[in-house]
T-cell receptor
Framework: DAKTTQPTSMDCAEGRAANLPCNHSTISGNEYVYWYRQIHSQGPQYIIHGLKNNETNEMASLIITEDRKSSTLILPHATLRDTAVYYCIVRVGTSYDKVIFGPGTSLSVIP | EPEVTQTPSHQVTQMGQEVILRCVPISNHLYFYWYRQILGQKVEFLVSFYNNEISEKSEIFDDQFSVERPDGSNFTLKIRSTKLEDSAMYFC?????????????FGPGTRLTVL
């Protein structure tokens, strides 16, 4: 079973920042927080991952709390193409460690 | 940017027929996976594969399923005798490293429809 809790759905105005929260209170010291998204039955798309420190790439930023029990994915300027289901996944991240998808958060970006 | 590719994008078959779904993982990746997603449900792990062997398989991956790396670039999933309930999106994924923090990259999927 997924080790994370996410809101079922969220709305965000186009051009504004989308902040997607995730709770992972039972995360272990060697587990990473990964974010993927899935746009309408397309393949899951990797967004970002982190262990302890905040991370940023061309797609998003990941903010992890100091106690690592929760995190927030930030899409700085949401567009209509960011409408998707976003999955927060906790895993060790070895290649033997399968990705377990929960229900995720359905983000709707509204014009 | 390198990506995982899958063919065909859509496969329609009759119940009881064999199907082979094909994947070309990212070229320097060594670990390969198949996942599936039944319409309206979560993405589910099927099998992982490394060094020409299955590393792990789920309960779904029964004797009707098999995987193969027939050459240096392709990775296939075969369903020997398809059932109606095999209708789903099938996603291939690959990853590069064995260490922590590794990332699996997914292909666009093959939609399998069993009639």
């Amino acid at each position: 079973d997924a080790k994370t809790t996410q809101p079922t759905s969220m709305d965000c105005a186009e051009g504004r920042a989308a902040n997607l929260p995730c709770n992972h209170s039972t995360i272990s010291g060697n587990e990473y927080v990964y974010w993927y998204r899935q746009i309408h039955s397309q393949g899951p798309q990797y967004i970002i991952h982190g262990l302890k420190n905040n991370e940023t790439n061309e797609m998003a930023s990941l903010i992890i709390t100091e106690d690592r029990k929760s995190s927030t994915l930030i899409l700085p300027h949401a567009t209509l193409r960011d409408t998707a289901v976003y999955y927060c996944i906790v895993r060790v991240g070895t290649s033997y460690d399968k990705v377990i998808f929960g229900p995720g958060t359905s983000l709707s970006v509204i014009p | 940017e390198p990506e995982v590719t899958q063919t065909p994008s859509h496969q329609v078959t009759q119940m009881g027929q064999e199907v082979i779904l094909r994947c070309v993982p990212i070229s320097n990746h060594l670990y390969f996976y198949w996942y599936r997603q039944i319409l309206g449900q979560k993405v589910e792990f099927l099998v992982s594969f490394y060094n020409n062997e299955i590393s792990e398989k789920s309960e779904i991956f029964d004797d009707q399923f098999s995987v193969e790396r027939p050459d240096g670039s392709n990775f296939t999933l075969k369903i020997r005798s398809t059932k109606l309930e095999d209708s789903a999106m099938y996603f291939c994924a690959s990853s590069q490293l064995a260490g922590g923090g590794d990332t699996q990259y997914f292909g666009p999927g093959t939609r399998l429809t069993v009639l």
